[in-house]
């Protein structure tokens, strides 16, 4: 039996892809760029194994059994197997042997963040170590998830979306490495909304069929943006970057409203949150906070090292929870503790000149992460999901 276990981060774009020109291969209709975040607070974590034993292919994510049905899961096995017969390096009795994927998360599933673009990066990574495949992963994984070519690589990553009508230039890269900017810290507030929004994957397809902003967008506002936004990243120039990722994730709303049925994904809590961060931004005269939102209410929040203490306090001042349990709370977290204890009781008098409502029990979980690597190897025997016999472990 061969076994590889591995982990991959979960990203965050600043420059969002909302949109696709061909459904099948997953290829977009603009460039998007974004922040591959620390494994150590959120990450996907995979184990895939082969066995001439094997009588059937078999999953588990997250604890549950699931059919091998799901079609991108299957493509992205098909391509890497393709990959390894091209290379001649992966004898053909191994890829003919079955397979056995067990796949979980770090972070609290119920925390509503997406996590298709970690676990498809997870598993074509593992998938590639297991047999042998080397060279460009992001196109690889962007057939699982179109994101998740993005978590292939760590610090800030770009996908250009090509113009190959087969997708090879379809490809992420590198922009720096996370040690390029170390003052960079994210805040994910995780809104407290149950509501059951449309999938991305469903409303990009309804946005590309109805909403003529989205085209605009595409072909007017992102090319300049991402260059704009490239060299804010290059240069370490916060203001910028800031500025930038606020209008994107508006612009990428917009487009969501301009649909129709319209997809709403910002909550009430979401547009709270916003306005707090403009009202911070105005006092200081320039912004030292910017905000991001995915295809639901949760807001990703981009502010360097020195300000979060500031932040802390007025999101505790501002969104007060009851829930004394608060599991998680990043913001008592063991690697942080230092940073954010050291500005606590300061901040008193910017709260006078907010003008903002609390709003009690708003949110139900913060977590407090900076920029990280891509994926990685386990090789710990205590680390893989499987044992011996390639059964789950839990
Ligand atoms: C709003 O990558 O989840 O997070 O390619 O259909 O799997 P599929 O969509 P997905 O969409 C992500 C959309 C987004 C923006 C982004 O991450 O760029």
Redesign the pocket.
């Known amino acids: 039996m061969d076994l590889v276990t591995c982990t991959a981060p979960v990203?965050i774009?600043v420059i969002?892809?909302?949109g696709?020109r061909d459904e099948e291969l997953?290829l977009p209709i603009n460039d998007?760029l974004?922040a591959t975040l620390a494994s150590e607070q959120m990450h996907a974590k995979t184990t895939v194994s082969i066995s001439p034993n094997f009588t059937e292919d078999r999953i588990w994510l997250n604890g549950q059994e699931e059919a091998m049905a799901n079609p991108r899961l299957v493509n992205c096995l098909r391509e890497v197997k393709r990959r390894a017969r091209e290379s001649g390096q992966t004898p053909q009795t191994r890829l003919d042997w079955h397979i056995r994927i067990c796949s979980a998360n770090n972070f609290p599933t119920a925390a509503g963040l997406?996590s298709?673009?970690a676990g498809y990066a997870c598993l074509v990574y593992a998938l590639c170590q297991l047999y042998g495949v080397k060279g460009d992963l992001s196109e690889l994984a962007r057939q699982g998830?179109?994101?998740?070519c993005r978590s292939v690589l760590g610090g800030f990553v770009r996908w250009r979306m090509g113009s190959d009508a087969q997708g090879h230039d379809s490809l992420a890269h590198q922009v720096v490495g996370p040690e390029h900017w170390p003052d960079m810290r994210i805040i994910i507030l995780v809104a407290n909304d149950g509501q059951k929004k449309v999938p991305?994957?469903i409303g990009?397809k309804r946005s590309v069929g109805t909403s003529e902003l989205l085209k605009f967008r595409a072909e007017n506002t992102v090319p300049k943006r991402i260059e704009a936004m490239e060299k804010a990243v290059q240069d370490r120039d916060f203001a910028t970057f800031a500025a930038l990722a606020m209008k994107d994730s508006n612009e990428?709303h917009a487009t969501c409203l301009d649909t129709t049925p319209p997809c709403v994904y910002m909550s009430s809590t979401s547009h709270q949150v916003s306005d707090l961060v403009h009202k911070i931004n105005e006092h200081f005269g320039t912004p030292i906070v910017g905000y991001t939102f995915?295809?639901g209410p949760n807001a990703c929040l981009f502010l360097l090292k020195e300000h979060v203490p500031l932040l802390v306090h007025l999101v505790r001042h501002y969104f007060p929870t009851s829930d004394t349990t608060f599991k998680g709370d990043p913001f008592r977290g063991r690697d942080f503790d230092v940073e954010i204890s050291s500005g606590e009781g300061k901040f008193q008098s910017l709260e006078s000149s907010m003008d903002m409502g609390t709003n009690p029990d708003a949110l139900k979980y913060a977590i407090y992460t900076k920029v990280g690597l891509g994926p990685e190897v386990l090789t710990n025997t205590s680390d893989h999901l499987l044992d011996e016999l390639g059964n789950p472990k839990m």
């Open positions: 990203n774009a969002k892809y909302w696709k997953i998007s974004s997406a298709s673009a998830s179109g994101s998740a991305s994957s990009m990428m995915d295809a």
